[in-house]
């Protein structure tokens, strides 16, 4: 089975500046798609970015960007120019390729953004 | 991306009656997902939404407790049946549209309080 790990509870960040959020992730797979989804409070889930396991390129999205290790197992977000809006939690996702869709979430960070 | 509508946003229900909540979606999906998210928590499934046939549950989730139909490919339902305050949670369904290339969508949930 697969499990996802965040080890950041809570984090904050000063508007405009960066952030990291960590994902740690354990699976015996060779090919699967990472996820981070962002939940705001009004509690839609909102795809924030998604790495396939078999691209060496890391994915951007705008101000969003992960760093894909494969061999550590990590799969951190990166914001950037970080928005009030941003304020939210984070989650982080995994989805083996055969797994039909279905989705393993880590235990998420709150993220705060601060004036 | 699909557009799904989740009814209701919010109940606040009696200890030992039933909720149905709706999951309608704009486009037809060949997989549809039940999640809970317990206060605070991350998201856990409770089941995949099979057209045609049973749902598939996952470990803790049982059929008398939580039936599910899916009479078509844009429509599913979920009953919290018997409830007690423990089932005080979000109620998030999940899409993952044709082509998606392993998207998944979500509702915006529903917000359920057990008295």
């Known amino acids: 089975a697969q499990t996802v790990t965040q080890s950041q509870p809570e984090m904050s960040v000063q508007e405009a500046e960066t952030v990291t959020l960590s994902c740690t992730y354990d699976t015996s797979e060779s090919n699967y798609y990472l996820f981070w989804y962002k939940q705001p409070p009004s509690r839609q889930m909102i795809l924030v970015i998604r790495?396939?396991?078999?691209?060496?390129q890391n994915a951007t999205e705008n101000r969003f960007s992960v760093n894909f290790q494969k061999a550590a197992k990590s799969f951190s977000l990166k914001i950037s120019d970080s928005q009030l809006g941003d304020t939210a939690m984070y989650f982080c996702a995994f989805m083996g390729h055969n797994a039909g869709n279905m989705l393993t979430f880590g235990g998420g960070t709150r993220l705060m953004v601060k004036p | 991306s699909a557009v799904i509508s989740q009814k209701p946003s919010r109940d606040i229900c009696q200890r030992g009656t039933s909720l149905t909540i709706q999951c309608q979606v704009d486009?037809?999906?060949?997989?549809m997902f039940w999640y809970r998210q317990q206060p605070g928590q991350s998201l856990t499934l409770i089941a995949t939404?099979?057209?045609?046939?049973?749902?598939?549950?996952e470990s803790g989730f049982v059929i008398d407790k939580f039936p599910i139909s899916r009479p078509n490919l844009t429509f599913s339902t979920l009953t919290v049946s018997n409830m007690s305050p423990e089932d005080s949670s979000i109620y998030l369904c999940?899409?993952?549209?044709?082509?998606?290339?392993?998207?998944?969508?979500f509702g915006s949930g529903t917000q359920l309080s057990v008295l």
């Open positions: 790495q396939e396991a078999y691209k060496q």
């Open positions: 999940s899409v993952g549209p044709r082509g998606s290339n392993e998207k998944l969508f």
């Open positions: 486009s037809q999906v060949t997989m």
């Open positions: 939404a099979n057209q045609g046939s049973e749902a598939t549950y």
